[in-house]
């Protein structure tokens, strides 16, 4: 008890490396704010793509879906390795200097290159993962809403923008959540590329003092952060439930409903 007591709890050792823990959580916040953003942007696009109407835009919708299935089959790590090397060789001698070194080690707003490399790996894997959060919200809408916004002489973006797509946004929100505090520990994996972010800054204070405190520190680190997000995703869930039963008259003295005027009652 004594060891678990000093290998993972030393709060003194904490305290003297607090700095360096901070510095990198700041990292991981920063990574995953930026992230975050851009996936729900990019797999809101990709979710819109795919339902896209008419044989003439069905390229795009198997390109849409290609993607969506890629991505959501390669583990980010490879994503991650593939997207330094690839851009890092790309704007070298090696690779012909295609691209132009501010693209092929971007150090945008005074970041790393390994942060920016983070952020297009993240985004191009969550961007998947979040499409398809967002196509169950579009499908999940009424078809007859997409009718009646045509009826009014929209056309089919028009309906999906001021339509469609507000109302589905509203319905995924807590899965989105939860995507995000996914998205949120898989900055972690960054470390791998050499940026110091709190899961590395952890491990080497692992290495240097044989003591795991400061991975501990930083798991308390992250807690902090996705623990409220859960219960926000429990609040919100609870109260979509609580609005729909409203909605639907679901209750001990609600009347039972009529049959649809449809003249196929019973049927």
């Not at 992230?35 to 339902?51: D, I």
């Not at 959501?72 to 012909?96: A, E, H, K, N, W």
């Not at 929209?154 to 001021?162: E, K, L, T």
Request: proline letters at 6%.
């Amino acid at each position: 008890m004594e060891f678990i007591l000093d290998y993972y709890f030393d709060v003194g050792l904490m305290f003297d490396n607090v700095g360096r823990l901070l510095n990198g959580f700041w990292f991981t916040v920063k990574l995953a704010l930026l992230s975050g953003v851009l996936s729900l942007v990019w797999g809101l696009v990709l979710a819109v793509l795919r339902q896209l109407p008419g044989k003439a835009l069905l390229p795009v919708r198997l390109l849409a879906i290609a993607y969506i299935d890629a991505f959501r089959g390669i583990p980010m790590l490879l994503v991650l390795l593939l997207v330094s090397g690839g851009l890092s060789t790309l704007s070298s001698p090696v690779g012909g200097e295609v691209l132009p070194r501010s693209l092929g080690l971007p150090t945008w707003l005074d970041q790393p290159s390994p942060f920016w490399y983070g952020v297009i790996s993240i985004t191009l894997t969550y961007g998947a993962y979040m499409a398809e959060v967002y196509r169950a919200g579009i499908e999940a809408v009424p078809a007859g809403q997409m009718e009646a916004a045509r009826s009014l002489g929209m056309s089919h973006g028009q309906a999906m923008r001021y339509v469609i797509v507000p109302q589905a946004v509203r319905k995924v929100i807590p899965p989105l959540l939860n995507d995000f505090i996914a998205l949120m520990k898989d900055t972690s994996l960054v470390s791998i590329l050499g940026l110091l972010e709190v899961v590395q800054v952890g491990f080497d204070i692992q290495t240097e003092q044989f003591n795991g405190s400061g991975l501990v520190f930083g798991a308390l680190l992250f807690l902090i952060v996705t623990i409220p997000l859960a219960r926000l995703v429990d609040w919100l869930i609870a109260r979509e439930q609580r609005r729909t039963q409203r909605g639907g008259g679901e209750g001990p003295e609600a009347e039972p409903e009529a049959p649809p005027a449809t003249g196929l009652a019973g049927a």
